[in-house]
Nanobody, 122 residues
Framework: VQLQASGGGLVQAGGSLSLSCAAS????????MAWFRQTPGKEREFVAG????????LYLDSVQGRFTISRDNVQRKVDLQMNTLKPEDTARYYC????????????????WGQGTLVTVSS
């Protein structure tokens, strides 16, 4: 499956951004999806994930209540709504797909998107 992320940009602290990841190729509904993020010099970390049907979600503790992940299997996309953004949310965000369960570590990801940069100014 090929993944194309979009929606990053510059926003002030307290603001909102919405990321979207469009999938093509194999059947999208076969995959659990997730968003990871990475800053220079740090490991790529799990942010949010959603099961193949959308019925289960997982979040990094620091984004719980601020971020919402959702998916549309007809439109073949997964979105990440990010509210009340903080400077520490600044990172390049990557969408990810897994044929198994929601991937929370890099080793659980089968496919990566190219990443989209989110910058939150203080």
């Amino acid at each position: 499956v090929q993944l194309q992320a979009s929606g990053g940009g510059l926003v002030q602290a307290g603001g909102s951004l919405s990321l979207s990841c469009a999938a093509s190729g194999r059947r999208f509904s076969d995959y659990a999806m997730a968003w990871f993020r990475q800053t220079p010099g740090k490991e790529r970390e799990f942010v949010a994930g959603i099961g193949w049907s959308g019925g289960s979600t997982l979040y990094l503790d620091s984004v719980q209540g601020r971020f919402t992940i959702s998916r549309d299997n007809v439109q073949r996309k997964v979105d990440l709504q990010m509210n009340t953004l903080k400077p520490e949310d600044t990172a390049r965000y990557y969408c990810a797909a897994s044929r198994a369960s929601i991937p929370t570590i890099r080793e659980g990801v089968d496919y990566w998107g190219q990443g989209t940069l989110v910058t939150v100014s203080s």
